[in-house]
T-cell receptor, first 108, second 115 residues
Framework: GQSLEQPSEVTAVEGAIVQINCTYQ??????LSWYQQHDGGAPTFLSY????GLEETGRFSSFLSRSDSYGYLLLQELQMKDSASYFC?????????FGKGTRLHILP | DGGITQSPKYLFRKEGQNVTLSCEQN?????MYWYRQDPGQGLRLIYY???????QKGDIAEGYSVSREKKESFPLTVTSAQKNPTAFYLC??????????????FGQGTRLTVV
């Protein structure tokens, strides 16, 4: 079967940096992606890693290590609007499987 | 504007009744997905479809049914056999169902409540 593990909650201070980790156990893995979801809203795509290494998109970066079945999302210069849930997701052959999500709390 | 539309936004159903949730996309995407979201459970895959007239069960397909008669449409029926149907339902689409592309576009969701 497939499983993804990520912390249920993370707390950080406005302006700081936070890292959300994700470990996965899947077969037929193609890549790891990250989504953001605000309360009551729809998930929106943030990033995708198919190969090992770091991908940077503005304040957000995502990392993948295929050999370790591990990835993380790095959020820099945190803003209050970044308070949301963040999901890692894996592409497995013909479907997308999501983790349970990490709730990010930001303190002023 | 291209996008994916779910309707209705809120839906109330009496126990024992079937109900159908609509999902339409004009992004010309081949793949479509239905997820269920409960508090603390993340997004769980119900059904998915890569092409017209073909679909596969996800992890929690029991009590649900789908059809894919048109590329643009992927309706989900919650049947009376679903024991705990109250949840937030999300429909998504992606360019294709396989390969390297993994960006999924989501609708705004339907919140179903059984009364």
């Amino acid at each position: 079967g497939q499983s993804l593990e990520q912390p249920s909650e993370v707390t950080a201070v406005e302006g700081a940096i936070v890292q959300i980790n994700c470990t996965y156990q899947t077969s037929g893995f193609y890549g790891l992606s990250w989504y953001q979801q605000h309360d009551g809203g729809a998930p929106t795509f943030l990033s995708y890693n198919a190969l090992d290494g770091l991908e940077e998109t503005g304040r957000f970066s995502s990392f993948l290590s295929r050999s370790d079945s591990y990835g993380y999302l790095l959020l820099q210069e945190l803003q209050m609007k970044d308070s949301a849930s963040y999901f890692c997701a894996v592409r497995v052959i013909d479907k997308i499987i999501f983790g349970k999500g990490t709730r990010l709390h930001i303190l002023p | 504007d291209g996008g994916i539309t779910q309707s209705p936004k809120y839906l109330f159903r009496k126990e024992g009744q079937n109900v159908t949730l609509s999902c339409e996309q004009n992004l010309n995407h081949d793949a479509m997905y239905w997820y269920r979201q409960d508090p603390g459970q993340g997004l769980r895959l119900i059904y998915y479809s890569q092409i017209v007239n073909d679909f596969q069960k996800g992890d929690i397909a029991e009590g649900y049914s789908v059809s894919r008669e048109k590329k643009e449409s992927f309706p989900l029926t919650v049947t009376s056999a679903q024991k705990n149907p109250t949840a937030f339902y999300l429909c998504a689409s992606s360019i294709d169902g396989g390969g390297m592309n993994t960006e999924a576009f989501f609708g705004q969701g339907t919140r179903l409540t059984v009364v």
